[in-house]
C-alpha cells in the first residue's frame, strides 16, 4: 500500500531531507587516501545527531553501522570497518536520516582521488541514469517511465543494471511501497500521483549485472569484482519533480 503525503508532511520531509544531504556532502569531502571507512561512519553519526536527527540505518534489522559504505565492487550494504582508502578507488556512500518522524535516504559514489577513465564515466552515467530517472518522476506518468529511463541511460553507455535491488517508497519507514525498480518496460506499473515520494537509487555496474551477498549477510558484491557506483535521492512526485536530498 502506497502512503501519501500531505503538503505538511512533505515539509517535514523538505527537513529530513535536507539533513540528510548535508551529512551527505560532508562525508563525502572526508574522503581520501588513508582515511577508514570507520572514520567516516563516525563522523556521520555525529554530523547527523548533533543536528537533531537519527541515523536510519543504524540497528535497521540488525545493521551495525550509520552509513553504507561500499568500495569498489561492493555495490551496497558494505559495513564501515578498519578499511582503509587507497589513491585509485570508488566509494559509493549511502546514509539516511530520520527527523521528526520522516527519512531522507541518499547515495552518492565518489573518487578517492585519480581513478580509471572507465570508472570515471560509470560515475557520470549512472549519476546521469539517477537524474534521467528523476526527471519522470511526474503526475500522471508510470513507475515503469523511471525504472526504463534509468535503464536505458545506463545500458545504452555499455554498463549493467543491478536488478536483485531497488528503490522504494520513503516516509515514516525508509522503506516503504512501491518498489522502485531500475529496469523495466515504461509505461507500466503504478501512476505515479502528487504525495507520492520515492527514493530513486541505480546501482549499475562496469561489468556484468551478477552480484552476491558476503557470509556477513550485509555487503553485496559484483560477482565479476569489478567497479560499481551507486546514487540515490529521495523524490517528490511533482512538476517538476522535487529532489528532497538536494546539495
Ligand atoms: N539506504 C539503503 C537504501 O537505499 C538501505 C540501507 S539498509 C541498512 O535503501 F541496513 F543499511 F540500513
Ligand atoms: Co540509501
Ligand atoms: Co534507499
Known amino acids: 500500500m502506497i502512503i501519501l503525503k500531505s503538503e505538511p508532511e512533505i515539509e517535514k520531509m523538505r527537513k529530513a531531507g535536507a539533513l540528510t544531504a548535508q551529512a551527505r556532502d560532508y562525508v563525502a569531502g572526508l574522503v581520501r587516501p588513508g582515511i577508514t ?3 567516516l561512519d563516525h563522523a556521520a553519526r555525529r554530523f547527523i545527531e548533533e543536528r537533531g536527527g537519527i541515523p536510519s540505518f543504524l ?3 540488525g545493521y551495525p553501522a550509520s552509513i553504507c559504505a561500499s568500495v569498489n565492487g561492493v555495490v551496497v550494504h558494505g559495513i564501515p570497518g578498519k578499511r582503509v582508502l587507497r589513491e585509485g578507488d570508488i566509494i559509493s556512500l549511502d546514509l ?9 535516504d541518499t547515495a552518492i559514489t565518489v573518487a578517492v582521488g585519480k581513478i580509471s577513465e572507465r570508472t570515471r564515466e560509470l560515475l557520470e552515467v549512472t549519476q546521469r541514469s539517477l537524474f534521467a530517472g528523476i526527471e519522470q518522476a511526474r503526475p500522471g506518468r508510470h513507475l515503469g517511465d523511471i525504472s526504463h529511463a534509468v535503464q536505458e541511460v545506463a545500458e545504452s ?3 549493467s543494471v543491478v536488478v536483485d535491488y531497488v528503490g522504494h517508497g520513503i516516509g515514516r519507514e525508509m522503506h516503504e511501497d512501491p518498489q522502485v525498480p531500475n529496469h523495466g518496460p515504461a509505461g507500466r506499473g ?9 527514493a530513486i537509487e541505480p546501482m549499475i555496474n562496469q561489468g556484468g549485472a551478477d552480484v552476491m551477498v558476503h557470509d556477513d549477510g550485509w555487503t553485496v558484491e559484483t560477482t565479476d569484482g569489478l567497479p560499481s557506483a551507486h546514487f540515490e535521492h529521495t523524490v517528490a512526485i511533482g512538476d517538476p519533480p522535487e ?3 538536494a546539495p
Open 59 to 61: 540497528g535497521y534489522q
Open 96 to 104: 539516511g536520516a530520520l527527523l521528526d518522524g520522516y527519512h531522507g
Open 190 to 198: 503504478v501512476l505515479l500521483r502528487r504525495g507520492m515520494v520515492l
Open 243 to 245: 529532489i528532497l536530498t
Open 157 to 159: 553507455a555499455g554498463f
Open 37 to 39: 571507512t570507520r572514520e
